[in-house]
């Protein structure tokens, strides 16, 4: 595994981490101040870190558990970085029943002052 798939491999476990603890902060530092978010489907675009942390509030509020992102490659190129990967979540309904769901996820990563790598485009469908 190459240094920038070990590195976003760890932010994926981050932002799984704080998503299924439901810690919608801790998912906004790993974003950019300026970052956007594209939700599926055609969704409205967020811009913004405050903007993602209160997107990501939503989903955690509407009942989303079990959020899982899988690195499929990344790439870097000087100060930016991509992934390609898929996302998978559930939820379960007033009866018990589970539902799950995903697809494909796409991240550009741009490497901050300190080393740091922060998301400033997010998209998925």
């Known amino acids: ?25 801790d998912i906004g530092q790993l974003y ?6 594209l939700p599926a ?8 870190r405050q903007a993602v942390v209160d997107f990501f509030t939503g989903l955690i509020e509407a009942g989303v558990i079990d959020h899982q992102l899988t690195l499929v490659d990344a ?6 970085a991509y992934q390609v990967g898929l ?8 009866q018990g029943g589970r539902q799950t769901f995903g697809g494909n996820v796409h991240l550009v990563y741009r490497k901050q002052a300190d080393g740091k790598w922060l998301a400033v485009t997010h998209i998925w469908n």
Request: charged letters at 15%.
């Open 41 to 48: 489907p055609a969704g409205a675009t967020v811009k913004g």
């Open 87 to 94: 996302w998978a979540g559930a939820m379960v309904d007033a």
């Open 32 to 37: 950019a101040e300026n970052a956007v978010v």
């Open 1 to 25: 595994m190459s240094n920038i798939q070990s590195a976003i491999s760890a932010i994926n476990a981050k932002f799984d981490l704080a998503f299924n603890t439901k810690n919608a902060a």
């Open 75 to 80: 790439v870097e190129d000087g100060n930016l």
